[in-house]
């Protein structure tokens, strides 16, 4: 019998299907991926299990073979074992880890109010340590590794459960997280559901769908479409049945190599992190960085395109060298870039699409003292429709578009003034199988129009199909450049890895 | 102006309109109802107390009254939602509109020089302080609120050092209350350089890049600097519109009053945010915009004066006022949640 028992869920917004007749099953001691297109349903299906969406009438869900009254409320089913960390954690980063445990469940107190300090530390001390989460309790939660932090979500949200018989859901949880602390967050998920709870694991990376998940459920229009053992699984599969359709250009070889012009050269750049990065970039060359978090990899990036002041070395572009104050400077010389953070650095999710789209260029709306309101929206509908950014609506506020349409929408509005030299950082980060795909595409196409592309990416597979060449970062110096036959994703990996096991 | 363009134009400023109450995460075109229920409100008043009150309400003399009386609100609530628009407080302008009355009156009453020097001065002075306060922001990086704060206070003592705590009443030139009890083409002065402040700031604002950057600023800082905006600069400027808009306050105020009081200055302080608040309630609603503004000032100028001609007492004022801007920012709230 399993665990958690979703059976015929259905959720109707306004007429609209957004969840009709699925069923979902976790054993307890499993971990269960969730996957499926932005849309898809898949965090409907949470909000309903949550107690946040109220679902259709029809569905039942059962917990350890009890049925469950629903709608669901939030305490409701807290009370039944569930918990549920979101992607968002909704830690408070300025107390401490002991304080945020307490958020929620309050704190022991004694005569007149009084907070029992040392009875709460043992407390928080004896809860971290049972989920084999060894942090002092008086840390404050910001001086924790992002892992840490997001285990502090975990162990916050468990902390009541009994040992097992107990759900934990995670939504995306390592979106915001580099590989390296990926993988200590996943051993600690594995430890978990090896306790005897089951957990549903939400992630759009699919390796991390086959290294951790033992079943994984195939959301698509609201529909499950495919449950099955991931070990039955291939990763082309997988995508199928996630996209409904072959991702052909997903799997084509690298791009020819290219003979363009060096337009971008940087000779022994030095940051905070880097410490004397070499290498140059051709007109029409897609070239990766790949390294842990603190290899200097997004220093690069914001250093090449003017956002953080080198502490030494030089730049040239097109054999001239550079100097730039800010970014300013760097677009008008043609260097853009794609930030990591589209949310808070890419883009203003408060304003317009067009007004998203054309702020780089909005001095050439301004003639006669006037901004040409109706140039600038039809200049961004050419561009929503060049670079596939759907709904087409102009009008509408950008935090409504979808991730992939953002990250498409960020694209398009450097790429459209034909920069010499484009730099991605994480271009594919927090967006679905099938946007990801053509975000891939629209920086081949940046390529293929003549600019020198830099994309500095955590997801290996992806610089692998995506790039003539790779410079793997190491202690803020290129330690290795891989192209041709040598550009493989775990060559790529051993040489990221190189000195950690050599300093182990 | 191009509707679609313009109205879908929402919160940048999300954290300060959010804290008002003002959601920023709903639809894209503001609700019909919540974008025109201030002016609404603002032509239902003027209605009412025109039928309860013919003889003392509608009349051009109170007309006349409110116009002047509101001129100097207005345009220090102006004054204060450029700041905003760039996601900052300026929490000097009250203070900073006090040093504008006391250098125009005190300048010329007391040093003798003529007032169209004394009136220069207080204002590039008011200006200066929005010079100091952009330094302070975008320069050293300190929030905007303690700078501010900082500032203001500062002034304050320095207007009560230059004035002894006293009211600067002798020797102020009578053509000082010349300039604001005149007509131009039938409009009273105070009225049309308000007016005038209002129309430049709402085009800049809508139809020049400029405005559309203060609104990315606000948006987000981060993404401003990386798309090559000046978010320094942009600071600087906005301060310094703040303190220059406050020095015109000052001048006018000064002008109506006739006199240089010590106490006026920190008066509109509040009374302007509540006003920028309340404005973003409407026109583009969750957003700060200069013509919400105005109706914002004069549908309280209305409801006070009517309430009071019915015979209300003197405290109504500053009840009415707090009582408009929660009703509004709520309603707001509730009408643009039900839309979902």
């Known amino acids: 019998m399993p665990l958690l028992a979703v059976r015929n869920l259905s959720k109707t917004f306004a007429g609209q299907r957004a969840l009709a007749g699925v069923d979902l099953d976790v054993d307890a001691g499993e971990v269960h991926a969730l996957v499926g297109e932005n849309g898809s349903g898949k965090s409907t299906l949470i909000k309903c299990l949550s107690g946040y969406h109220q679902p259709d009438a029809g569905g039942s869900v059962q917990l350890s073979g009890e049925p469950l009254d629903l709608p669901l409320t939030p305490e409701a089913a807290r009370a039944a074992g569930m918990a549920f960390v979101h992607q968002d954690l909704g830690l408070v980063p300025s107390m401490t880890v002991m304080e945020n445990l307490a958020i929620g469940r309050g704190y022991a107190t004694g005569r007149g ?80 559901a090896a306790s005897g709870v089951g957990v549903i694991y939400i992630s759009h990376r699919l390796h991390e769908v086959f290294s951790l998940a033992d079943r994984v459920t195939v959301l698509r229009d609201g529909r499950r479409v495919l449950v099955d053992d991931v070990a039955n699984l291939t990763e082309r599969q997988l995508v199928r049945a996630i996209v409904g359709r072959d991702l052909e250009d997903r799997f084509v070889p690298a791009p020819a190599q290219t ?239 190189i000195s950690q096991e050599a300093a182990a | ?71 100097v609100l207005a345009v220090v609530a102006i004054a204060v939602l ?64 303690i700078a501010t704060l900082g500032t203001g206070t500062v002034l304050s003592g320095a207007v009560l050092w230059y004035t002894d705590a006293r009211v600067i009443s002798e020797n102020v030139p009578t053509t000082l209350v010349d300039l604001s009890s005149q007509d131009v083409l039938g409009v009273p002065t105070p009225a049309l350089a308000m007016f005038l402040v209002a129309l430049v700031v709402w085009y800049v604002l809508e139809h020049t890049p400029l405005g559309r950057y203060c609104f990315a600023v606000g948006g987000s800082k981060d993404a401003a600097r990386l798309s090559g905006l000046n978010v320094s600069r942009l600071t600087f400027v906005a301060f310094m519109t703040s303190g220059f808009l406050a020095g015109i306050g000052g001048l006018m105020a000064a002008s109506q009053l006739g006199s240089g009081n010590p106490d006026v200055g920190p008066s509109y302080l509040l009374p302007a945010f509540a006003a920028a608040f309340l404005g973003a309630t409407a026109i583009r609603v969750g957003s700060f915009n200069v013509l919400g503004t105005l109706f914002a000032v004069f549908t309280i100028a209305v409801g006070i004066t009517g309430l009071q001609l019915m015979g209300a007492p003197f405290y109504i004022e500053p009840i009415f006022n707090g009582l408009m801007l929660l009703i509004a920012v709520v309603a707001t709230r509730y009408l643009q949640r039900e839309r979902v």
């Open chain 1, 113 to 192: 109010g009084r907070v029992k300090w040392r009875a709460e530390r043992a407390r928080a001390r004896a809860v971290l340590l049972r989920f084999g989460h060894d942090v002092p309790p008086d840390v404050p939660l910001r001086n924790l590794a992002p892992a840490d932090q997001t285990l502090v979500a975990i162990v916050r949200a468990l902390q009541d459960a009994e040992q097992g018989g107990s759900m934990l859901v995670l939504d995306e949880p390592t979106a915001a997280l580099p590989d390296r602390e990926a993988e200590r967050l996943f051993a600690a998920v594995r430890e978990i």
């Open chain 1, 259 to 497: 003979n363009g012009d060096v337009v971008l050269e940087a000779k022994d750049l030095r940051g905070r992190r880097l410490d004397g990065a070499t290498f140059a970039v051709r007109a029409g060359e897609i070239v990766g960085v790949a390294g842990l978090l603190g290899s200097g990899r997004s220093e690069l990036a914001r250093i090449v395109a003017g956002a953080q002041a080198p502490a030494g070395g030089e730049i040239r572009l097109g054999g001239e060298p550079v100097a730039f104050r800010g970014p300013r400077d760097a677009i008008d010389a043609g260097v853009v870039l794609v930030p990591e953070d589209r949310r808070t650095q890419g883009a203003f999710v408060g304003l317009t699409m067009a007004e998203n789209l054309t702020l780089p260029s909005l001095p050439d709306f301004f003639r006669a003292g006037r901004l040409r309101h109706r140039d600038d929206r039809r200049v961004a509908e050419e561009l929503m429709e060049e670079f596939g950014i759907r709904p087409n609506i102009p009008g509408r506020r950008f935090a409504e578009f979808s991730g992939g349409n953002q990250q498409k929408a960020v694209i398009a509005k450097w790429l459209h003034r034909r920069p010499r030299v484009a730099v991605f950082d994480e271009p594919g980060q927090g967006v679905d199988v099938g946007s990801k795909a053509e975000i891939y595409r629209l920086v081949r196409a940046a390529a293929e129009n003549g600019s020198a592309v830099l994309v500095v990416d955590s997801d290996l597979e992806e610089l692998e199909l995506l790039c003539h060449r790779v410079l793997v970062l190491r202690d803020g110096c290129v330690a290795a450049e891989l192209e041709g036959a040598g550009l493989k994703r775990d060559r790529i990996l051993e040489h990221v890895l």
């Open chain 2, 1 to 71: 102006m191009s509707t679609q363009q313009t109205d879908a134009r929402r919160v940048q400023t999300a954290g300060i309109t959010e804290g008002a109450g003002v959601t920023a995460s709903h639809t894209s075109r503001g609700h019909a109802l919540a974008r025109f229920a201030l002016p609404s409100i603002f032509l239902a008043l003027i209605v009412i107390f025109s039928i309860l009150r013919p003889e003392t309400f509608a009349t051009s003399d109170n007309l006349r009254t409110t116009l002047i009386t509101q001129s």
């Open chain 2, 82 to 145: 450029l700041p905003l628009i760039i996601g900052e407080f300026d929490l000097s302008v009250g203070a900073n509109l006090g040093l504008g009355v006391i250098l125009t009156t005190g300048l010329s009453a007391k040093q003798g020089l003529p007032l169209g020097v004394a009136a220069t001065i207080a204002v590039l002075s008011c200006t200066g302080v929005g010079l100091i306060n952009g330094f302070f922001v975008a320069r050293i990086g300190i929030n905007a609120f």
